[in-house]
């Protein structure tokens, strides 16, 4: 194998940045005549969904304030998919952390604040990565097909949090599918009331640099994405593909804990049946978007949560109905994701990064 192919690098191609960027104008333009064909008013409508968040400085920081949790699970899905590993749990790994996160807030509250927000850190993150790194091991194990179990396993974990919230860790005073509230003084600070903008902000760009160092300039990056490229060659080179099967399973899910739990400490004070919107699905969007690079996450996760806001705007600024910005947006997501995942296809795979 020549020694080029084996430079793993973390820059895109640019011909995959200007497919990426074709790829995106042309689900635009598709949002845009799904307006003309629906709207009375199309003008207003268009100009609702895709002007207005960019015109208030309240919605241009909501948007921020929107992203930050997709960055986390970006951040997770890059590196399960760059390590050549498929979770596809993470909307449970959401919720079941940001739950664990809300418990162990509320049991702890007596102590140091700066001691329970560590603690509360450490056991979201834990949670996160033990429920995905199950799937990591049964594939170790048994050579479970870690996107089933992951898939599953996921799932089960979006039902069991729900029956918690509604149930045995219900805010029964609050009247609402919702756990207890966590105290004032562990929540993230707003940075711009009235938006939502939270000092969360720093913790994602933290977490960005700390992602890309790991699988920039450490050896267990490099293995990680010498296996997401070329498991054969990997395993013929004596890397350890199960471990790193299940080391890079945690760390996918760590961070998705991560995602729930900053949101919960930045915007609701306590898990809300549905508070995660999708933002593990819409994760996946956004590695792949970013081609699986921690750097392009955050411009990724920025594009999702001005979509999301412009849809919230539309509909009622204008004569768009929830429903059809749904549509818009499940359209945009979905030309953008099916032409990402064609470098995922058999024969495809690791071109972008050789």
Request: net charge positive; hydrophobic share 50%.
């Amino acid at each position: 194998m020549k020694e080029k192919s084996l430079e793993l690098t973390m820059k895109p191609t640019r011909e995959g940045l200007l497919s990426t960027l074709f790829a995106l104008g042309i689900s635009l333009l598709a949002g845009i005549i799904i307006i003309l064909v629906t709207s009375n008013s199309p003008y207003e409508a268009i100009t609702a969904f895709f002007i207005s968040p960019l015109r208030s400085s309240y919605f241009l920081l909501n948007i921020i304030t929107g992203a930050i949790p997709l960055v986390f699970t970006g951040l997770a899905v890059a590196v399960a998919f760059g390590s050549g590993n498929y979770n596809l749990g993470l909307e449970g790994q959401v919720y079941i952390s940001a739950i664990v996160g809300n418990y162990v807030a509320i049991k702890l509250a007596s102590l140091h604040t700066l001691l329970v927000l560590s603690l509360v850190f450490i056991f979201s993150f834990l949670t996160g990565g033990l429920v995905a790194g199950f799937s990591g091991l049964m594939k170790k194990v048994n050579g479970t097909n870690e996107l089933i179990s992951s898939l599953l396993l996921g799932n089960a974990f979006v039902i069991l949090s729900d029956y918690l919230v509604e149930g045995p860790f219900n805010d029964f005073q609050s009247g609402l599918a919702a756990s207890p509230r966590i105290p004032e003084n562990l929540l993230f600070t707003k940075i711009a009331p009235p938006s939502d903008l939270h000092t969360g902000i720093f913790f994602s760009l933290i977490t960005i640099t700390l992602v890309w160092l790991l699988l920039k300039h450490t050896n267990v990056g490099y293995y990680m994405k010498l296996t997401g490229s070329s498991p054969k060659f990997a395993f013929y080179s004596g890397i350890g593909i199960g471990k790193l099967s299940v080391f890079a399973m945690f760390i996918s899910g760590g961070l998705a804990g991560l995602a729930g739990l900053i949101d919960l400490l930045g915007v609701h004070g306590r898990v809300v049946r549905g508070f995660s919107t999708g933002y593990g699905w819409n994760g996946i969007a956004v590695a792949l978007i970013a081609r699986n690079n921690p750097l392009l996450v955050l411009p990724a996760a920025l594009l999702f949560s001005y979509l999301n806001v412009g849809a919230q705007v539309a509909s009622f600024e204008a004569d768009i109905t929830p429903e059809i910005s749904r549509i818009i947006q499940a359209l945009i997501f979905f030309l953008i994701t099916m032409k990402e995942l064609r470098g995922f296809l058999p024969g495809r795979r690791g071109k972008e990064w050789v």
